[in-house]
């Protein structure tokens, strides 16, 4: 098992960059499927999500080569236009969440799918109800039966859908299964991220016609067929918030480049609340801080409220905050796991269902503590780099796959932190 050696306290001091965003590109990529002409995607980054969701589509027939490009991130190259594999293999699905974004575009291009429930991150159960209802609403039938899930077509039409909950996941999967239905598709209290109107962008550079992305009403009118695209991936918000908040609990100053600061503006106001100064460019942020973080309360919200995403890294700032700090998750179920860890590193947190109490000590020791997933592992790795004593980061795999070159990107802000095999 890969693991993390970090040796603390250290500031973080100087500029990285943020990579392509991994909750962006992997629904461009399974949106590919729904044309038959090349696409073409720019600042990819290079995580293991990213290697599975080629296998996957490499399954399904398309041909897919990634390129090392420059330093301004590496593209990637689909050609789609020999899908003839309607099934995505067990063993891909159960990799990751993402995998379940197939659904849409197999269903809108060959008129069946056959998975399996797909895997992720363990912050609760990750229930597809609202993905498979919005499919059936298009006129598929969907049969669930010995863990596969075989949904069938025999031509999607739009339709009115209402979704129960502003699901990410559920939103793409019924924009990318609309674009080739006869008729228009309303999607009603629709997920607003930043991935969302990504996904449209996406769709519309291939021909399609979709609207209100962004916002809780999304249309998309039906063509016939979709064609070549050529595209750039947006940045990381979430590894841009990643970086400002390691600045902030280091006491460091860190200038962040390729971001759009729109897109972290929820981690901007709550840095500032807990006393980091936080200065916006036009494609930059930079975060400094000296003084010891106040402790201001948290509540996770869909966007553009704080993402559930940031809440491990902002619990590991509340963890030395001058204060008590609390933080309700109302996204997953059961996200909290990393609170245990921090306890191990001298951290007081007392967590109750979905509400986690935060009572600030002036500096955590270094420790040896397990990852169960990928946000809750960059928090406990950011924890470290402040943390006096050496920690070791157990299980580092969760991490690497949505964080590219993370080692490498935090040693050049000055951390010492080195990989290691047990
Ligand atoms: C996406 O997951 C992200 N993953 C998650 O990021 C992110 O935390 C989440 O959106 C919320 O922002 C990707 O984009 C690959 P949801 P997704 O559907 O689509 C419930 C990371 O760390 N729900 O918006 O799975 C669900 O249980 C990952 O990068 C249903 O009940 O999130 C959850 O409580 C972690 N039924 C809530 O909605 C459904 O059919 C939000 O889920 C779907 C979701």
């Known amino acids: 098992m890969e693991r993390y050696i970090i040796a603390g306290p250290r500031k973080l001091v100087g500029k990285v960059r943020a990579s392509g965003a991994k909750n962006a590109v992997l629904p461009v990529m399974a949106a590919t499927v729904l044309t038959r002409h090349c696409c073409i995607i720019h600042d990819v980054p290079y995580l293991k999500d990213v290697y599975v969701m080629s296998d996957i589509l490499q399954t399904l027939g398309c041909a897919v080569e990634l390129m090392k490009s420059s330093t301004e991130g590496n593209s990637l190259i689909v050609d789609p236009i020999r899908v003839v594999s309607h099934?995505?293999?067990?063993?891909?699905?159960?990799?990751?969440?993402?995998?379940?974004?197939?659904?849409?575009?197999?269903?809108?291009?060959?008129?069946?799918?056959?998975?399996?429930?797909?895997?992720?991150?363990?912050?609760?159960?990750?229930?597809?109800?609202?993905?498979?209802?919005?499919?059936?609403?298009?006129?598929?039938?969907?049969?669930?039966?010995?863990?596969?899930?075989?949904?069938?077509?025999?031509?999607?039409?739009?339709?009115?859908?209402?979704?129960?909950?502003?699901?990410?996941?559920?939103?793409?999967?019924?924009?990318?299964?609309?674009?080739?239905?006869?008729?228009?598709?309303?999607?009603?209290?629709?997920?607003?991220?930043?991935?969302?109107?990504?996904?449209q962008n996406f769709l519309n550079a291939m021909g399609a016609k979709v609207k209100g992305a962004g916002t809780d009403l999304i249309r998309v009118e039906g063509v016939d067929e979709l064609g070549p695209a050529e595209h750039t991936v947006i940045p990381d918000r979430i590894e841009v918030g990643t970086f400002m908040v390691g600045a902030a609990l280091t006491g460091g100053c860190v200038e962040i480049i390729n971001c759009i600061p729109e897109h972290v503006q929820a981690v901007t106001a709550k840095l500032r609340e807990a006393g980091a100064k936080v200065t916006e460019g036009k494609s930059t942020i930079t975060v400094e801080a000296n003084d010891r973080p106040l402790a201001i309360d948290i509540k996770t919200l869909p966007y553009p409220g704080f993402p559930t995403d940031m809440q491990p890294q902002i619990m590991a700032l509340m963890c030395i905050a001058n204060g008590t700090s609390v933080i309700t998750e109302t996204i997953f179920e059961s996200r909290f796991k990393h609170a245990e860890e921090f306890r191990r590193m001298g951290a007081k947190i007392r967590t109750e269902g979905r509400v986690a109490v935060v009572k600030g000590v002036p500096s955590l020791s270094g420790a040896s503590v397990e990852v169960s997933d990928l946000r809750g592992g960059a928090a406990l790795v950011l924890a470290g780099i402040a943390a006096e004593g050496v920690s070791v980061i157990e299980d580092i795999h969760h991490i690497e796959r949505g964080y590219e070159k993370f080692d490498e990107k935090l040693r050049g802000l000055g951390a010492a932190i080195e990989r290691s095999s047990r």
């Open 87 to 199: 099934e995505v293999p067990e063993e891909l699905m159960r990799q990751m969440r993402s995998s379940i974004f197939l659904m849409g575009p197999l269903l809108a291009r060959l008129g069946r799918v056959k998975v399996s429930y797909p895997g992720g991150c363990a912050i609760g159960p990750r229930p597809i109800d609202l993905h498979l209802r919005g499919l059936r609403a298009l006129g598929a039938t969907i049969t669930e039966r010995a863990g596969y899930i075989v949904a069938e077509t025999d031509g999607l039409r739009g339709c009115e859908i209402h979704l129960d909950f502003p699901s990410v996941g559920a939103t793409e999967n019924i924009m990318m299964a609309a674009v080739l239905a006869k008729g228009t598709t309303i999607i009603r209290n629709a997920a607003k991220e930043p991935e969302i109107t990504e996904l």
